[in-house]
């Protein structure tokens, strides 16, 4: 049975998460689930699940919480910063769920790995801005990194039993968001309805954003560069509107592997938390004659649109503290935008202009820790502001 700490518990990956604990009750126990705002969803995962301690972004929160539940629920309520790093590190969870939105993840995730805790790894900027330092210490400490990602983990079973010497190029996939096709003037009056409406995906605010810039695939460029120990240049986006197949590897022999299955995310979970096993099926059976799989397509992604992936690679080319910039201030822009305090192209414009300002400062920076990378992502979050 793994024993669970799950973060991001009321966003999309943590409410698939408790599916499949629901679902399968003699396998997964909750111990610890932490959200930022959303205590009335919250609420209701204490009742069922029954958690030793949650804890919330805010003290006000976490207060009305508290008033909430009824007295013979024994659920420790916690918030902020501390109460994050007690839920990363309690004793009784063996298992670190990370689906929290953005550079959040990182300080949880590697206190986890210090506790000697497996990840399931759902937060793509964990690794985009320090996986420099996860990863040795993942195998320092001995513990597992599970995919949870639905490409990440596609390429992690495709490449289940084959040499890592024998991996040529890993090509994630990409459904194109809500501007496939669309040209740079297609996409000066975007709207946020717009821009939200993704046609293959339903995910949080953030990560659809980013699905429609394209710098969801570059955060995933540069975190297949960090799992999997290839150069960004050996990791290619396709372009696979139909949502099929949600990523392939290249041999060198030639031999393309693929993994193909629904558009769903509880398999990837489940993936990554029964493994090395596989669980029963909760999702139906894959049927390939049903309509989307009898017309496979596949197209390159034109990053004269998409400008963002094209950055994406840039920064992960120049590795160090880059990633972390370009991650920093596409939070802040996406963010903006998300209240309506900016443009959709505006998104771009700062992503770049905040690079080109922090590239000098922290160029030839070699001392990667947890600490530079946090201040590194404050600077940068300080001159996003500013642009705004």
């Known amino acids: 049975m793994r024993k669970l700490a799950i973060f991001g518990s009321t966003g999309s990956i943590g409410t698939q998460t408790l599916e499949v604990c629901r679902n399968n009750p003699e396998d997964f126990e909750v111990r610890a689930l932490c959200c930022g705002s959303n205590i009335e969803l919250l609420y209701k995962q204490i009742l069922e699940f029954k958690p030793e301690l949650v804890s919330v972004d805010r003290e006000d929160k976490a207060a009305e919480l508290k008033r909430m539940l009824p007295s013979d629920i024994k659920t420790e309520v916690l918030f902020g910063h501390e109460g994050t790093l007690t839920a990363a590190t309690i004793d009784s969870a063996d298992t670190v769920v990370g689906a929290m939105v953005g550079i959040s993840g990182l300080e949880p995730t590697y206190n986890a790995i210090l506790k000697g805790k497996d990840i399931a790894l759902a937060n793509k900027e964990t690794l985009v801005t320090g996986g420099d330092v996860i990863m040795p210490l993942v195998k320092e400490k001995g513990v597992s990194l599970l995919p949870v990602d639905s490409e990440h983990c596609a390429i992690w079973q495709c490449l289940w039993g084959e040499r890592q010497s024998n991996l040529d190029r890993i090509l994630i996939t990409a459904s194109g968001g809500p501007f496939r096709g669309k040209t740079r003037k297609d996409l000066e009056n975007v709207t946020l309805e717009n821009a939200l409406n993704h046609p293959t995906w339903k995910m949080g605010g953030k990560v659809t954003i980013d699905s429609s810039t394209m710098m969801n695939k570059g955060l995933e460029i540069i975190e297949a560069h960090h799992l999997f120990g290839v150069d960004v240049d050996h990791v290619d986006v396709v372009v696979h509107p139909q949502s099929v197949i949600h990523s392939m590897i290249r041999m060198r022999d030639g031999s393309v592997l693929a993994q193909m299955g629904k558009p769903s995310m509880i398999l990837p979970i489940m993936v990554a938390l029964y493994y090395p096993e596989r669980g029963p099926r909760l ?106």
Do not use: W
């Open 283 to 388: 999702l139906e059976e894959f049927d390939p004659f049903s309509v989307g799989c009898n017309n496979l397509t596949f197209e390159k992604c034109d990053t004269d649109v998409f400008g963002l992936l094209k950055l994406a690679y840039d920064c992960g080319r120049e590795g160090g503290l880059m990633p972390t910039v370009m991650n920093a201030a596409n939070e802040v822009a996406v963010f903006s935008f998300l209240d309506g305090k900016c443009g959709y192209l505006d998104i771009e414009r700062i992503v770049y202009e905040v690079c080109d300002k922090m590239a000098s400062k922290i160029k030839g920076e070699k001392s990667l820790t947890i600490d530079t990378i946090l201040q590194t992502d404050k600077e940068s979050r300080i001159r996003a502001g500013e642009l705004l």
